[in-house]
Structures are given as structure tokens and as C-alpha cells.
């Protein structure tokens, strides 16, 4: 019998997920989350085989990646399976180097969502076509690849945020933020903030908010 927690900040889809894996025979939903904080306390308590990892959970608490990279810390960590909406590069890479085992969009098949849920169970990567052809893609051509603090701060400047508002933010000086968008226009051949906007978007170097 497979153990499964499920970690997503909405009920219904909680619900949804819980009657599809509970038509499959050898899977055991042991737990729920509603924020990613529990989901770490939960896999420690309940010790489940396999965590459906949502990435967004409501404002101001941990991410799911956050959640991923305790949860795998953990003396016989579960596996985790990264369960999402999100498909931006951005986003795919931080799960995979969080230590999650797979990455599934929400849209999946009941029938790929169980496999990957087997797969992932038995210790092997589990990922949507879309998503390994996505990683494949990247690791032929690879991108520029901004550090987390340049990511952190360019996500900020697409939210609106003048240097002097990142600077507290961030708890950075001003000069600080200035470097780092800097580094950023060079790696991404921009030279305006709406330009290095636009190219990291286009590129799914930005994390969908």
C-alpha cells in the first residue's frame, strides 16, 4: 500500500484528488495540508510514502519548494511530487533542485496522475512529458540562469517595485539592488527593467506569481 499525503491550500481540490487516488487499489491517503508548513509537520508525524506538493500556497507562509526541500531533509523522507498549475522554467528547476522526485501539472489524466504517483513511490523520476521536454530543451540550449537573490529581485521589479522599495523588501542597500539588476540586464541583454521583464518572461525565467 502506497501512503499518500496531499498538500494544496484549496479544499475542493484536496477533495478531487483524494476521490481519484482513492479508486486506485494500493493507494492510502493518510493526511491532508492546507499550507505547506503542515505538510512538513505531517510527513514527519505521519511518515508517508509519497507528497503531493502544491508550489502556491497562500500569501506570507512557506512555498512549496520551501516545504520540499525539508520534507526530502528528513530522516527516511517520502518522496515528493510536485502537483501544480505552474510550468515556467522557473519554477520546474527550483522543485527539481528542492529534491522533488517529480513534477505533474494539474490537468494530468487520472491515469498519469497515478503512475506518477507509482513511479515516484518506487524512487524514480516522475515527470509530465511536457515537463522532461521542457528540461531536455533547457539542457541543450541552456539559458542564462540568474542566482536565487537576482530572481528575487527581478520578480520584485515585475511587480512594480522601485529600487528603493526592494532595498527594504529585501533588506539590501540600494547600491546592492542596483548591481544585482546590473548582473541581470547583462545576462539577459536588457537594458531597461521592462526589457529584462519582458526577456525573462519570455524565457520562463520568472516564477508565475
Known amino acids: 500500500m502506497i501512503r499518500l499525503l496531499l498538500a494544496d491550500d484549496h479544499p475542493i481540490v484536496r477533495a478531487g484528488l483524494r476521490a481519484v487516488l482513492a479508486a486506485e487499489p494500493d493507494f492510502e491517503v493518510v493526511g491532508e495540508a492546507e499550507t505547506a508548513e503542515r505538510a512538513v509537520e505531517l510527513a514527519r508525524s505521519l511518515a508517508p510514502d509519497v507528497v503531493l506538493m502544491d508550489l502556491r500556497f497562500r500569501a506570507g507562509?512557506?512555498?512549496?519548494?520551501?516545504?520540499?526541500?525539508?520534507?526530502?531533509?528528513?530522516?527516511?523522507?517520502?518522496?515528493?511530487?510536485v502537483l501544480t498549475t505552474y510550468d515556467t522554467d522557473a519554477d520546474i528547476l527550483a522543485a527539481v533542485e528542492s529534491g522533488a522526485m517529480g513534477y505533474l501539472l494539474k490537468d494530468a489524466p487520472p491515469e498519469d496522475l497515478a503512475a506518477a504517483v507509482?513511479?515516484?513511490?518506487?524512487?524514480?523520476?516522475?515527470?509530465?512529458?511536457?515537463?522532461?521536454g521542457r528540461l531536455m530543451s533547457r539542457l541543450r540550449d541552456p539559458l542564462p540562469t540568474l542566482s536565487r537573490r537576482e530572481g528575487e529581485v527581478l520578480e520584485l521589479v515585475a511587480d512594480g517595485?522601485?529600487?528603493?522599495?526592494?532595498?527594504?523588501?529585501?533588506f539590501l542597500s540600494q547600491a546592492t539592488v542596483k548591481s544585482?539588476?546590473?548582473?541581470?540586464?547583462?545576462?539577459?541583454?536588457?537594458?531597461?527593467r521592462t526589457s529584462a521583464v519582458a526577456t525573462a518572461t519570455t524565457r520562463g525565467l520568472l516564477r508565475r506569481r
Do not use: C, F, W
Request: net charge neutral; charged share 15%.
Open 61 to 81: 507562509g512557506m512555498h512549496g519548494n520551501e516545504a520540499t526541500a525539508a520534507i526530502t531533509a528528513l530522516p527516511d523522507a517520502p518522496h515528493v511530487l
Open 161 to 170: 517595485l522601485s529600487n528603493q522599495q526592494i532595498s527594504k523588501t529585501l
Open 118 to 132: 507509482r513511479t515516484a513511490a518506487a524512487g524514480e523520476s516522475a515527470l509530465a512529458p511536457r515537463i522532461a
Open 180 to 192: 544585482h539588476l546590473v548582473h541581470i540586464y547583462a545576462k539577459l541583454g536588457a537594458d531597461s
